[in-house]
Nanobody
Framework: QVQLVESGGGLVQPGGSLRLSCAAS????????MGWYRQAPGKQRELVAS???????NYADSVKGRFTISRDNAKNTVYLQMNSLKPEDTAVYYC?????????????WGQGTQVTVSS
């Protein structure tokens, strides 16, 4: 079983920066997809950024140029660097990974970390 542990959320002023981390543990053989999603109160969960096995990244239009997703394959960890944060970025951020283990393919969600952008 794969477990994801997130860290790095918090309270930041508009224009500030935060870096989220998501570390996967378990018998992971390969990672096919890593993504960050967010869910604001009263809204649906949305994909913020993703990176696939060959390194191709994808971003929501609302965060392009401000957020950067990256990974450390040796640590099975994905990061989300968030710059120029805006109040509308306030949400619970979740990481998601689709991986292959010794038991086959599996998908996992992190527990979520709160990001609040406010003065």
């Amino acid at each position: 079983q794969v477990q994801l542990v997130e860290s790095g959320g918090g309270l930041v002023q508009p224009g500030g920066s935060l870096r989220l981390s998501c570390a996967a543990s378990g018998s992971i053989l390969s990672i096919y997809f890593m993504g960050w999603y967010r869910q604001a109160p009263g809204k649906q969960r949305e994909l913020v950024a993703s990176i696939i096995s060959d390194g191709i990244t994808n971003y929501a239009d609302s965060v392009k140029g401000r957020f950067t997703i990256s990974r450390d394959n040796a640590k099975n960890t994905v990061y989300l660097q968030m710059n120029s944060l805006k109040p509308e970025d306030t949400a619970v951020y979740y990481c998601y990974q689709h991986v292959r283990t010794g038991s086959g393919l599996t998908s996992s969600w992190g527990q979520g970390t709160q990001v609040t952008v406010s003065s």
